[in-house]
């Protein structure tokens, strides 16, 4: 006995049946953007961040190969957080040594390195393999307006 589903053929439209372009190693434009981040919430920027980072904007976007764009953050020692996230927060890290372990409330790091707060956030939304370090390597954040970057000609775009 067989089923209706075996009986019917395959219909093709033409040559271009499931066409699905993939991106190539080498073969991807990346773009330099500027992002001020100047009043914006931390975790929103760091989201829309690392989705230009890891190209997902672009309809060529493609998981084994990084296809995104160069981000240089602005001013993230104006970035904000709400609520009492800055003086309950801790940020973690060990030297590896015995006693090395070092806890630091967000307002104390945001105050000495605003930049790791950043990078940190970035970090944590992206891939956790070396496309991810990759990825992350693109990104450029400065606790300032200044930056070196102009010479690659950066698009300020706004971001949320």
Not at 144 to 152: E, F, G, I, L, Y
Request: proline content about 5%; overall charge positive; charged content about 30%.
């Amino acid at each position: 006995m067989t089923t209706a589903l075996a009986t019917k053929p395959i219909r093709r439209i033409g040559n271009s049946a499931c066409k699905t372009t993939l991106a190539k190693v080498g073969h991807v434009d990346a773009r330099w953007l500027v992002v001020d981040a100047d009043g914006k919430s931390l975790g929103r920027l760091a989201s829309a961040v690392a989705m230009r980072l890891m190209g997902k904007h672009k309809p060529t976007y493609t998981t084994s190969v990084d296809t995104g764009d160069f981000v240089v953050v602005l001013n993230t020692a104006k970035v904000k957080v709400s609520g009492r996230k800055a003086e309950q927060r801790e940020h973690e890290y060990y030297t590896y040594y015995p006693g090395g372990r070092h806890v630091k409330t967000h307002k104390d790091l945001m105050e000495r390195h605003p930049n790791k707060i950043f990078e940190l956030a970035v970090r944590r939304m992206l891939p956790k393999t070396k496309l991810g370090e990759q990825m992350l390597r693109k990104l450029k954040c400065y606790k300032d307006a200044d930056h070196p970057h102009a010479a690659q000609r950066p698009e300020k775009v706004e971001l949320p």
